[in-house]
């Protein structure tokens, strides 16, 4: 399974460490510390540590802002680990306000086509933009009429579906 393929400020998902948790896999090297500040490949101690965020110390500026936006902006948790609060900001912008919807989706469209037509490294067959990933392997699930989930979480899930309806 590919772990830590969904967008984040830090170098791997809080949930993509769970997951690998429960299937008893170590991550790779360098996404985070444990408790006492070393570095480590183990899940667990990494969730009882800390998680590095992408991009070294200019990431942590837009990893600030983002945990701001979700976290304190809106009354929610932002480092209570106990607290199931853990927030949500939906952020609306009006293109017309600005450079007009129709320009906004032009622009937008030619930027996307020129960094798809950029040259490529040498073993690289397609450049992908945000989302197509994820929206290709929705389609293949959707298609497939199934999702391929780790034995560990699949046992979690039904532990903790009885656990509710008990």
């Known amino acids: 399974m590919q772990r830590f393929q969904s967008f984040a400020t830090s ?28 570095e480590t490949t183990d899940p667990k101690e990494m969730l009882g540590g800390a998680i590095k965020v992408f991009g070294g110390h200019k990431g942590s500026g837009l990893a600030m802002i983002v945990q701001i936006l979700a ?44 960094v798809k037509s950029s040259r490529k490294a040498p073993d690289v067959s397609d450049i992908l933009m945000p989302g197509e990933r994820s929206n290709a392997h929705y389609q293949n699930v959707i298609g497939a009429g199934a999702l391929e989930i780790e034995d560990g979480l699949w046992s979690e899930l039904q532990k903790k579906a009885e656990h509710r309806n008990a």
């Open 11 to 38: 170098q791997a998902t809080y949930y993509g460490l769970i997951e690998a948790q429960i299937a008893g896999e170590l991550v790779p090297p360098g996404l985070g510390y444990d408790a006492e500040g070393q």
């Open 71 to 114: 976290g304190p902006l809106v009354g929610a948790a932002f480092f209570d680990t106990g607290n199931d609060n853990a927030g949500n900001v939906v952020c609306g912008i009006n293109p017309e306000f600005f450079a007009g919807k129709d320009r906004l989706m032009e622009d937008v469209s030619a930027m996307g086509q020129q």
